[in-house]
């Protein structure tokens, strides 16, 4: 993990900017119950934000872990809109490109620049589906490695899940079994006949 970043634990902002086709696109984090994944790069169209942004769109249609958890993908760079349309048309991005020209979500992520602040940082975050930030990836130069970064919190996520479902059906299977394993309690009626019969008997018995 990134233990240094100073979203790492806490509720992911609420951003609203444009996207590839002008629309004003609110991302909420936690608001749909499912993960998502932000990543934040330097400039549409160059090879590493090609790369990177195809990773992902690959990963949507072929991965099932991807499939499966339903995940949410959105990229964002400060390229105007017409830039991220072409970007999103030539690539056939399959999920949202959002425009942040005055570098507001920038802000609100603490996007820091990278290269020694030659460039614009390229940032992937983990959100999970109640919108906590999970885990954050900074890498400008390993462009192909924040696929893999999420895929491999998801991988987590998913055995950890199948482990807990696990250790809830032994604990079910548990208690039932005690249950059947138990001696029926008796009823009022039963125990009054029971006490009636006990009086009886002893009676009899002082004759």
Known sequence: MSPAHPLLGKRAPTITLPNQDGEQVTIEPGKTGTPLAV???PESGTFGCTKEACSFRDALKDSE???RSQI???GISGDDVPKQKKFVDQHGLSYPILSDR???ARK???VKRGMLGMTEGRVTYFITSDGIVKDVYSSVINYNDHVKFVRKILEVEEKEKEKDNKERRVNSTQASTEVVGQDP????AENENAMATEGAASGTGNQ
Not at 185 to 188: D, E, L
């Open 185 to 188: 309690v008796p009823s009022a």
């Open 72 to 74: 949410q993908i959105v």
């Open 39 to 41: 990543f934040f790069y």
């Open 108 to 110: 609100a992520y603490e």
């Open 65 to 67: 872990i991807f499939n």
């Open 102 to 104: 005055t570098g507001v």
